[in-house]
């Protein structure tokens, strides 16, 4: 089955203590995001790429960084992770952001990796 | 500042009956609405969308309803089944941003 897939599903990182979370997908999706999703609130974009354009939303922290080695894959790198960057982490894709319609807007997504910051 | 609120954090509806989630936005620009389904431990899975050109939207037991005057859209699922209880998510798109807008969420508990 064509999916989004996120590993780890539950990462524990130190205070200041790098960390990378992994998304891949077989959808062969030319558009990938990362969002934040903190307890109990709307999950927030952080950026994305279409195709290996990277666009970065403007109240995004330099901490979070994202790569993207090819269609398949794509990273989240936080720098230096603080007690506020606790949270489930989601990877999107879709397929095409010109034009409009369903298969345009739609974005699948994977299960989520939630960071525990200790 | 949120741009897509859902007002009801929790619906608790008996099975067999109509749920009916609600939705409001501030943001004129946006122009597609999708709802999405998230059961704990997974990613949100996409339920239906609709296109501000139309007002409603039919998917089976799912329909969307969009009152672009009032800023308001409304998740209709009838007849509401035990697998129905999830957290649904509005999410808003358009205005030149490439990324989804989404709500804090509904938690829908289907009643036996």
């Known amino acids: 089955d064509a999916m989004v897939i996120q590993n780890p599903r539950y990462q524990v990182t130190q205070f200041g203590k790098p960390v990378t979370l992994s998304c891949s997908q077989t959808l062969n999706h030319n558009v990938m995001y990362w969002y934040q999703q903190k307890s109990s609130q709307a999950p927030k974009l952080l950026f994305h790429?279409?195709?290996?354009?990277?666009?970065n939303e403007a109240d995004t922290p330099d901490n979070f960084q994202s790569r993207r080695p090819n269609t398949s894959f794509c990273f989240l790198d936080i720098r230096s992770p603080g007690l506020g960057d606790a949270a489930m982490y989601l990877c999107a894709t879709s397929r095409d952001l010109a034009g409009r319609g369903p298969l345009q807007e739609t974005q699948y997504f994977g299960p989520g990796t939630r960071l525990l910051v200790l | 500042d949120q741009q897509v609120k859902q007002n009801s954090p929790s619906l608790s509806v008996q099975e067999g009956r109509i749920s009916i989630l609600n939705c409001d936005y501030t943001?004129?620009?946006?122009?597609?609405f999708l709802w999405y389904k998230k059961y704990p431990a997974e990613g949100p899975t996409f339920l239906i969308s609709i296109s501000s050109i139309k007002d409603k939207n039919e998917d089976g037991r799912f329909t969307v309803f969009l009152n672009k005057s009032a800023k308001h859209l409304s998740l209709h699922i009838v007849p509401s089944q035990p697998g129905d209880s999830a957290v649904y998510f509005c999410a808003a798109k358009g205005g030149g941003a490439d990324g989804l807008t989404f709500g804090k969420g509904t938690h829908l508990i289907i009643q036996p």
């Open positions: 790429y279409y195709d290996k354009d990277f666009n």
């Open positions: 943001n004129s620009m946006f122009d597609y």
